[in-house]
């Protein structure tokens, strides 16, 4: 299954009618979702039942962990598996939310097809701003509170009447208990990444607006659900732990907390054990954790997306590029020595050429595109010849 190409909520349709039920109830779901990153709003896994082909990108992970999740959801409040009626209802669900409205022109290009509708809405979701040429530089974020879609979604399913004002109790809880935790640490709330991260995620919410306030019991005396409340002291622990360290404060805190939404020592201590394990198996890969300059960080973007594309997009990359015999040594010579100016420019130009000829490589023919091509040079090797490549080795 490939979340960037069109099809793949129809591909995931015929998944999961095919496959037996993965979770047998929404806290298995919840588990899972939470070992992969989803409910911390850290993408990096999905379900083992979902084949693909390639290695996924952080937004493509959240795409699918996201439908997985709004999907399940659906089955255990309905007890449907009527893949056409779900994807009507979450449709409709983010209409009424007033999220990823679909204009006129979008359907015109992408159709009246509800699940092409939906493709497109939900890419809305998963990215934070930025244009399509942004995102292909790996220059947009990935929403982290994606989570809250679906616990807003469970309440839709039981008719719950003001869905908006309960979506804006759920973001306004969620960000205000990630700022009285990070003032149990003594932290600056204004300098922490996991909060600019978070509030940058707010949708029904304006967090420059909003009057954060201290005390739990006013709070969370709305009607929150036992998931939601989950969610809270999962996100309380995810913020507390973000520098591997727990002091009295942040211990009376954190109990005082699980106190207020009703829980014990126990799940206190097994929402910790969870954020400890998650830390400690995925550390490194935590973007906001990394403490690379903005420029390392926007190379890597870029690097991670045009791999992306290149591998994609490689059966017909490889055929083109057999088909000029000059592109494919200058490339080859690229990667032991520097080229000329001359060179270079002729590179530039006919790799040009080629990107015409592949639509999804047409973000190297927008303004600016041509300073993604050092780093296509860079990846190419893979695709030329062997006789090209005398230091090749081959992978089993």
Known sequence: MNPSASGWINKFGHLVKSELPHFPDFESLYEELKKNGFIYGIHLGISNFIPVQHELTEDEIAKINLLTALYFTFRFEKGETDFEEFVSTVFNYYQSLDVGKITFLNKILIGNRTENQLEKLLDSRIYLGGNAFNRALGNSITNSLLY????IFKVYLKGYPSIMEHAQKLEYATMNIALQTLNSKGADKKEDKLVQLLASSLTYVDFDQANFRDGQQELLDDNFTEEEKNYFLDMACLTIWEDQALNRSEYDYIFSLASHLGKVKNDVKSALDSVVIFFDKNRDKVS?????NLASQFYDGMSKNVSKLILRNSKRLKKELTESKELVTLLSKSTV?????????????????IFKSVPSLAIFMLPGGAVLLPIFIK????LLPSAFDDNRIEEN
Do not use: F, G
């Open 288 to 292: 906001y954790l990394n403490d690379k």
């Open 148 to 151: 809250v879609d679906v616990l």
């Open 337 to 353: 020595k520097e080229l000329s100016a001359e060179e270079k420019k002729k590179v530039q130009n006919q790799l040009l050429d």
């Open 379 to 382: 990846l190419i090797p893979k």
